[in-house]
């Protein structure tokens, strides 16, 4: 009996990484972490929070050393106790603050919180107390404030973080961390309509036994037809189509075109929108004509009396009825030297007996 040697294994490919994964972060499994490195812009904006809240965090330190000064014997403050205890204040600030919080707080500052950042290894794993201190101290001294040549610092910082792949400063280059992204980058997508095509036949349909969570799984799916990989988008658009096809009965008649099931999809979900909008519209008119106060008015422009139009002779329609027009009778002209006459009131009587 001879020995056989072993079937070879079947190795499984590495994940595709997403387009939008610049990290190039692979775990233990040989899988490809979707994850996006901070560049410039972003952990700029974070940086300023941060020095931000240190300016906040320095004023209550110097409001609590006054106090706590102001509470010892007078003998005992002197230039040295205040020396000493600025330069605690100052390391504390610098130094403790963001060790401190991406010690406790997964990574993550006040600013990188508020932006979105976190701060990992360059291997994937969660950041360490001594890569923390690293980062902070090499920050202090070169980068910012830059205690050392603070102007020919900076625009090294600036040099390295724009040449290098990932988006590295110098404190994350001397500690092997990174700073990435912790919101994944989304693209607003509208969903699939329905080809021209498929317009016509989607209108014979029989869409009254299509319950609202099978349409509601079907919006969901096209809309976020983009993030699945194959074979899971193919074999989720063939399991939703089934059941669309089997409660619309869209065999009878079939589609007259060959596409893939999104696009059935999409022209389903398109005519049973429009046949919703038709009935909205139709039940908006019913309300309107019985019970016309739950419909709101336009609104209306403030109307200006009209000019007095002299008023018309002749045969007036009712539907347009017309009314009369009364203008004020002239006074006769009056003239006060001279008397009167006196009406002729009796007949036969001459006016000037």
């Known amino acids: 009996m001879s020995a056989q040697p072993p079937p070879p294994a079947?190795?499984?490919?590495?994940?595709?990484?997403?387009?939008?994964?610049?990290?190039?972060?692979?775990?233990?499994?040989?899988?490809?972490?979707?994850?996006?490195?901070?560049?410039?812009?972003?952990?700029?904006?974070?940086?300023?929070?941060?020095?931000?809240t240190q300016l906040v965090a320095a004023l209550l330190l110097a409001v609590l050393i006054a106090l706590l000064f102001a509470a010892l014997p007078?003998?005992?403050?002197?230039?040295?106790?205040?020396?000493?205890?600025?330069?605690?204040?100052?390391?504390?600030?610098?130094?403790?603050?963001?060790?401190?919080?991406?010690?406790?707080n997964n990574g993550q500052t006040v600013g990188k919180l508020a932006v979105g950042l976190r701060v990992i290894s360059a291997d994937g794993g969660p950041v360490e107390l001594r890569q923390s201190l690293t980062r902070a101290l090499v920050g202090v001294?070169?980068?910012?404030?830059?205690?050392?040549?603070?102007?020919?610092?900076?625009?090294?910082?600036?040099?390295?973080?724009?040449?290098?792949?990932?988006?590295?400063?110098?404190?994350?280059?001397?500690?092997?961390?990174?700073?990435?992204?912790?919101?994944?980058?989304?693209?607003?997508?509208?969903?699939?309509?329905?080809?021209?095509?498929?317009?016509?036949?989607?209108?014979?349909?029989?869409?009254?036994?299509?319950?609202?969570?099978?349409?509601?799984?079907?919006?969901?799916?096209?809309?976020?037809?983009?993030?699945?990989?194959?074979?899971?988008?193919?074999?989720?658009?063939?399991?939703?189509?089934?059941?669309?096809?089997?409660?619309?009965?869209?065999?009878?008649?079939?589609?007259?075109?060959?596409?893939?099931?999104?696009?059935?999809?999409?022209?389903?979900?398109?005519?049973?929108h429009r046949r919703a909008v038709q009935r909205l519209q139709r039940t908006r008119a019913v309300t309107s004509a019985l019970w016309p106060e739950l419909v709101p008015s336009p609104p209306t422009m403030p109307i200006r009396p009209a000019s007095p139009e002299p008023a018309t002779t002749g045969r007036v329609t009712p539907s347009q009825p017309s009314l009369p027009v009364l203008r004020p009778a002239a006074a006769p002209p009056t003239q006060p030297d001279t008397p009167a006459a006196r009406p002729a009131t009796v007949a036969g009587e001459r006016p000037g007996a």
Do not use: C
């Not at 910082?157 to 280059?173: H, P, S, W």
């Not at 969903?191 to 969901?220: C, E, F, H, M, N």
């Open 74 to 104: 007078f003998e005992l403050v002197d230039a040295a106790l205040n020396s000493a205890t600025g330069t605690l204040a100052l390391v504390l600030v610098l130094v403790g603050y963001p060790v401190l919080m991406e010690r406790f």
């Open 141 to 272: 001294a070169v980068e910012w404030p830059g205690l050392i040549l603070p102007l020919i610092s900076w625009v090294a910082g600036v040099t390295v973080m724009l040449t290098d792949r990932r988006g590295r400063r110098l404190g994350d280059l001397v500690a092997g961390t990174l700073v990435v992204h912790t919101r994944t980058a989304s693209v607003w997508r509208p969903i699939p309509t329905a080809v021209p095509p498929l317009v016509g036949w989607a209108y014979t349909l029989d869409l009254s036994r299509l319950d609202d969570k099978l349409v509601l799984a079907v919006r969901q799916y096209l809309a976020r037809v983009h993030l699945f990989a194959e074979p899971a988008r193919t074999r989720l658009a063939r399991g939703l189509w089934a059941e669309v096809a089997e409660a619309a009965a869209v065999t009878t008649p079939p589609p007259p075109l060959a596409a893939p099931e999104t696009v059935y999809l999409a022209a389903v979900l398109g005519e049973r």
């Open 10 to 52: 079947r190795t499984r490919p590495a994940a595709r990484a997403v387009p939008w994964s610049d990290a190039g972060l692979v775990s233990g499994e040989a899988v490809a972490l979707e994850v996006r490195v901070a560049r410039l812009g972003s952990r700029v904006l974070a940086l300023l929070l941060d020095v931000l």
